[in-house]
């Protein structure tokens, strides 16, 4: 059973079997988190890569929430200030956890555990706050979750 399709304002990334959906509003910082991880999991040996940068399908299919790309912008991510780039991709791939960058300047120092955020009006993801600048946001995002990196 799925619901309804919604078209998101986000970035979706997979690496290993995991899912990252990265949200918040222009210019937080959502498609260089991505990047950077995308960057990260390579010399690692890991499986990655990009769903889709600032347009999301989101909709859930048999309990799991799915990101698909819209065809127009398959494989295309904006860097800012650089341009755009062309990435290794795939169509879709369920999502398990939503990122949102935060400014260290203003966030909290410890966000609430176990915290959710609605992705659309149906769908719900586990929310993991991460640092816009981080400098190695892969390795913060693996110290918080279980990732499962088959």
């Known amino acids: 059973m799925s619901t309804e399709t919604t078209n998101i304002h986000a970035t979706a990334i997979v690496v ?3 899912g990252l959906l990265f949200l918040g509003a222009s210019g937080s910082g959502k498609s260089s988190l991505a990047f950077s991880c995308l960057a990260a999991a390579k010399p690692l040996g890991l499986a990655a890569a990009l769903v889709a940068d600032d347009q999301v399908f989101i909709t859930s299919r048999d309990g799991a929430v799915i990101a698909e790309c819209p065809p127009s912008i398959a494989g295309l991510m904006e860097i800012r ?3 755009i780039v062309r ?3 795939v169509s879709e791939a369920e999502m398990h956890f939503a990122i949102r960058p935060v400014d260290p300047a ?7 555990e176990n915290e959710q955020v609605d992705v659309t009006g149906s ?3 586990p929310l993991i706050r991460l640092s816009a600048i981080s400098i190695n946001p892969l390795a913060a995002i ?3 979750i279980a990732v499962d990196l088959d």
Do not use: D, V
Request: proline share 14%; glycine share 10%; net charge positive.
């Open 87 to 89: 990435l290794p991709h």
């Open 81 to 83: 200030y650089t341009g």
């Open 16 to 18: 290993g079997k995991t």
């Open 106 to 112: 203003t966030a909290e120092r410890l966000p609430p």
């Open 123 to 125: 769908i719900r993801l």
């Open 142 to 144: 693996m110290a918080k």
